[in-house]
């Protein structure tokens, strides 16, 4: 009978059957403790990012919780002033000390208004009534005003014109004017006298002098060449003027003879013009070269 050793396989695949147990129970076991290294590693990993993030978390809970505060304190102590920007704003008035009363200054000098020269006045009203066409041969003016004129015209109703402008000025005397000629190369020879209202007429004149006419010439004549005048005669030192007498003569222009008179007698002095002729300084001509003869008086003192 054949006998078969079968302890020796047993044993055999016993052993390769431990072997194959203990490998695989190995295998499981280095698995199994792999596992547990991950997994250990993955909750740790696990566990710091929660600890960041609720790190990260509380951090910003405080600073808004700080900002909270922060605004809140704000509001608390500027309270008034976020108030006002809801509310109209109420007018800020300053006191103001009441200015002190003004000190009594002295009572001012009654002022007197200066008058021009009379006969300037008139002599400035008849220059500006002479219309075109008319020329003026003689103009005679006096100190209260009063004037006579004698010229001639090219036109009738441009002395009938110079008539109502002078009536409208002051009074009309008197005229002497041809009746109107149907030819149309008529001239016309004519005389005006009146006077001139709203003058200030000094009441008393008294006569100057010679010796203190002097002076006032030579004042003018050394000026002549600037007014556009030029002196023919002069008042001289010891010489006697009669009521009629014309001391000072001159030729120039019209506007010279303003200046003149100007300078001779000045606004609110006491120097005025007592008579004054005016005559083309050529016949012919009007007064844009005239002769001018005057006197002057003084006002009195009395």
Same mark, same amino acid.
């Given at each position: 009978?054949?006998? #078969?050793?079968?302890? &020796?396989?047993?044993?055999?695949?016993?052993?390769?059957?431990?072997?194959?147990?203990?490998? @695989?129970?190995?295998?499981?076991?280095?698995?199994?403790?792999?596992?547990?290294? #991950?997994?250990?590693?993955?909750?740790? $990993? *696990?566990?710091?990012? /929660?600890?960041?993030?609720?790190?990260?978390?509380?951090?910003?809970?405080?600073?808004?919780?700080?900002?909270?505060?922060?605004?809140?304190?704000?509001?608390?102590?500027?309270? &008034?002033?976020?108030?006002?920007?809801?509310?109209?704003?109420?007018?800020?008035?300053?006191?103001?000390? $009441?200015?002190?009363?003004?000190?009594?200054?002295? +009572?001012? +000098?009654? /002022?007197?208004?200066?008058?021009?020269?009379?006969?300037? /006045?008139?002599?400035?009203?008849?220059?500006?009534?002479?219309?075109?066409?008319?020329?003026?041969?003689?103009? /005679?003016?006096?100190?209260?005003?009063?004037?006579?004129?004698?010229?001639?015209?090219?036109?009738?109703? $441009?002395?009938?014109?110079? #008539?109502?402008?002078?009536?409208?000025?002051?009074?009309?005397?008197?005229?002497?004017?041809?009746?109107?000629?149907?030819?149309?190369?008529?001239? !016309?020879?004519?005389?005006?006298?009146?006077?001139?209202?709203?003058?200030?007429?000094? @009441?008393?004149?008294?006569?100057?002098?010679?010796?203190?006419?002097? +002076?006032?010439? &030579?004042?003018?004549?050394?000026?002549?060449?600037?007014?556009?005048?030029?002196?023919?005669?002069?008042?001289?030192?010891?010489?006697? !003027?009669?009521?009629?007498?014309?001391?000072?003569?001159?030729?120039?222009?019209? @506007?010279?003879?303003?200046?003149?008179?100007?300078?001779?007698?000045?606004?609110?002095?006491?120097?005025?013009?007592?008579?004054?002729? #005016?005559?083309?300084?050529?016949?012919?001509? $009007?007064?844009?070269?005239?002769?001018?003869?005057?006197?002057?008086?003084?006002?009195? *003192?009395?």
């Amino acid at each position: 009978m054949l006998k #078969i050793n079968l302890s &020796d396989e047993l044993k055999d695949k016993s052993e390769e059957t431990a072997d194959e147990t203990f490998a @695989e129970t190995a295998d499981e076991t280095v698995s199994d403790r792999g596992a547990e290294t #991950i997994n250990d590693s993955y909750e740790e $990993a *696990s566990e710091e990012i /929660v600890k960041k993030t609720v790190s990260r978390r509380n951090q910003t809970r405080l600073f808004i919780l700080l900002a909270v505060l922060a605004l809140s304190a704000l509001v608390y102590f500027q309270k &008034d002033t976020i108030l006002g920007l809801f509310r109209g704003k109420e007018e800020i008035l300053e006191t103001v000390a $009441a200015p002190p009363p003004p000190s009594p200054s002295p +009572p001012e +000098p009654d /002022v007197v208004p200066e008058e021009p020269d009379p006969t300037f /006045v008139a002599l400035s009203g008849i220059s500006e009534v002479v219309p075109a066409r008319v020329w003026l041969s003689s103009t /005679v003016i006096m100190y209260d005003g009063t004037f006579e004129i004698k010229g001639i015209a090219f036109s009738h109703a $441009a002395v009938n014109s110079m #008539i109502a402008s002078l009536g409208n000025a002051g009074e009309i005397k008197s005229w002497a004017v041809p009746k109107k000629s149907k030819s149309s190369e008529s001239v !016309y020879n004519f005389t005006i006298s009146g006077v001139f209202s709203d003058i200030a007429v000094p @009441e008393i004149l008294d006569i100057i002098p010679a010796d203190k006419l002097v +002076p006032i010439a &030579d004042a003018v004549n050394s000026r002549s060449k600037e007014y556009g005048v030029s002196f023919t005669r002069m008042p001289k030192t010891g010489q006697t !003027y009669a009521e009629r007498d014309l001391p000072f003569v001159l030729e120039g222009s019209y @506007e010279g003879l303003k200046k003149v008179i100007s300078a001779l007698c000045p606004e609110g002095g006491d120097v005025k013009v007592y008579r004054l002729v #005016i005559n083309p300084a050529s016949p012919g001509r $009007a007064f844009d070269r005239i002769r001018a003869s005057f006197a002057l008086r003084t006002v009195s *003192s009395i």
